[in-house]
């Protein structure tokens, strides 16, 4: 139930954050949202990512297919950070790699968005 009750208020502020995009993308912060819920429990400090959860982070990764896309990701991923409380930066860095997912970047609070490229 606590981690519906994230997910709805990650969605929301999401759907809050991002008004004006920068580019055209095909990745919303609404779908970011969705494919990550899973990867709550590991985010916030779990064991492990979920076979769901590292399903999700590659779905993402397949409809982030330009420049623009990650990068909204990005920007996605880091404002709804900010609306969660208990994230481990460590596993959040260490999702991608978890997930076999091959990113030349790793995710933190400091990671800058406009510097990440396909």
Do not use: E
Request: proline share 4%; hydrophobic share 40%.
């Amino acid at each position: 139930m606590a981690n519906l009750r994230v997910s709805c208020v990650v969605a929301l502020m999401c759907m809050v954050v991002i008004t004006a995009p920068i580019a055209v993308t095909s990745v919303s912060c609404i779908k970011v949202s969705v494919y990550l819920t899973p990867c709550l429990s590991y985010l916030k400090g779990g064991s492990g990512p979920s076979k769901l959860c590292c399903f999700g982070a590659k779905k993402l990764n397949g409809t982030a297919g330009t420049t623009a896309d990650r990068q909204a990701t990005c920007k996605c991923l880091k404002s709804a950070a900010g609306f969660v409380s208990g994230l481990n930066d460590t596993n959040a860095g260490t999702l991608s790699a978890k997930c076999d997912l091959n990113l030349p970047y790793k995710f933190g609070p400091d990671t800058d968005c406009s510097g990440i490229t396909l």
